[in-house]
């Protein structure tokens, strides 16, 4: 069992900056972590995911590249998501996901609302 905490949500103005965060634990080992969001109406969607270990290989949605970072902290086993420039589609719920070789975690979901 994965055990995932989101940090970090929030309300900022367009064009402003979050910076999320998602501490892991659970003792299972985890080889890649990720973003998802979902706005009220939508589907969830992937924003972001770094393999890991070896390398961290990052991977992001067109709609964020450029725009949003993640990275990983291995002491913490933490996963944080900079999110930059933010624009009034980013609004949504976000979550933090943990694929192991059997599962995908979730965590409990964390609110970032982008006012003009």
């Known amino acids: 069992q994965v055990h995932l905490v989101e940090s970090g949500g929030g309300s900022v103005q367009a064009g402003g900056s979050l910076r999320l965060s998602c501490a892991a634990s659970?003792?299972?080992?985890?080889?890649?972590m990720g973003w998802f969001r979902q706005a009220p109406g939508t589907e969830r969607e992937f924003v972001a995911s770094i393999i890991s270990p070896g390398g961290g290989s990052t991977s992001y949605a067109a709609s964020v590249k450029g725009r949003f970072t993640i990275s990983r902290e291995y002491a913490k086993n933490t996963v944080y998501l900079q999110m930059n420039n933010l624009n009034l589609e980013d609004t949504a719920v976000y979550y933090c996901?943990?694929?192991?070789?059997?599962?995908?975690?979730w965590g409990q979901g964390i609110q970032v609302t982008v006012a003009s």
């Open positions: 659970g003792g299972i080992s985890v080889h890649r």
């Open positions: 996901a943990a694929d192991t070789t059997g599962a995908r975690y």
